[in-house]
T-cell receptor, first 114, second 115 residues
């Protein structure tokens, strides 16, 4: 079984500030980890994914995440927030091999203040 | 071209009615999914089909019945709608079968409101 915990249901930053969205996972097998973004009234779009290659993963729109097995974490960061980054962010996990069921965290709403 | 499309985008109906939501993907993917997103934005998988075969069936009331006429389409039929069924329903698809690291592509969602 696997699960994801996103710390902080709402994160607010100023434009140009660092964005840090936290995600911790639990999995009985080596996980695959994902960050998805959902803009208002839209579907989900993949930002980046970890699939057991490099532990530092770069995604779209300047986001990156680092897989830390010792901390069971996969936090999402962006050096400088932009107004267009305001959205709901979801961390998700699947197990390895044939376990492709995607389990989502509860989401973190990012607001960016001018 | 829209990769994963859903119809309708909005659906407002009375309790007790039966309704369907349609999903189509033009990505050539083998696997399709239905998710429910509740009012608190929590996303939970409901069903998954691989090449028209049901492979994931979560604890969902049997009033919900998915149907996959071919691997590009996955429809969701809901009988006897209840107030608690109000949510946004997302269709998604991914490449391959049983491969956990493949990205899932999501449709724009169908907002169902049961009155």
């Amino acid at each position: 079984a696997q699960s994801v915990t996103q710390l902080g249901s709402h994160v607010s930053v100023s434009e140009g500030a660092l964005v840090l969205l936290r995600c911790n996972y639990s999995s009985s097998v080596p996980p695959y980890l994902f960050w998805y973004v959902q803009y208002p009234n839209q579907g989900l779009q993949l930002l980046l994914k970890y699939t057991s290659a490099a532990t530092l993963v770069k995604g779209i729109n300047g986001f990156e995440a680092e897989f830390k097995k010792s901390e069971t974490s996969f936090h999402l960061t962006k050096p400088s927030a932009h107004m267009s980054d305001a959205a709901e962010y979801f961390c998700a996990v699947t197990g390895g091999g044939s376990n492709y069921k995607l389990t989502f965290g509860k989401g973190t709403l990012l607001t960016v203040n001018p | 071209d829209t990769a994963v499309s859903q119809t309708p985008k909005y659906l407002v109906t009375q309790m007790g009615n039966d309704k369907s939501i349609k999903c189509e993907q033009n990505l050539g993917h083998d696997t399709m999914y239905w998710y429910k997103q509740d009012s608190k934005k929590f996303l939970k998988i409901m069903f998954s089909y691989n090449n028209k075969e049901l492979i994931i069936n979560e604890t969902v009331p049997n009033r919900f019945s998915p149907k996959s006429p071919d691997k590009a389409h996955l429809n969701l039929h809901i009988n006897s709608l209840e107030l608690g069924d109000s949510a946004v329903y997302f269709c998604a698809s991914s490449q391959g079968s049983g491969i956990g690291y493949n990205e899932q592509f999501f449709g724009p969602g169908t907002r169902l409101t049961v009155l």
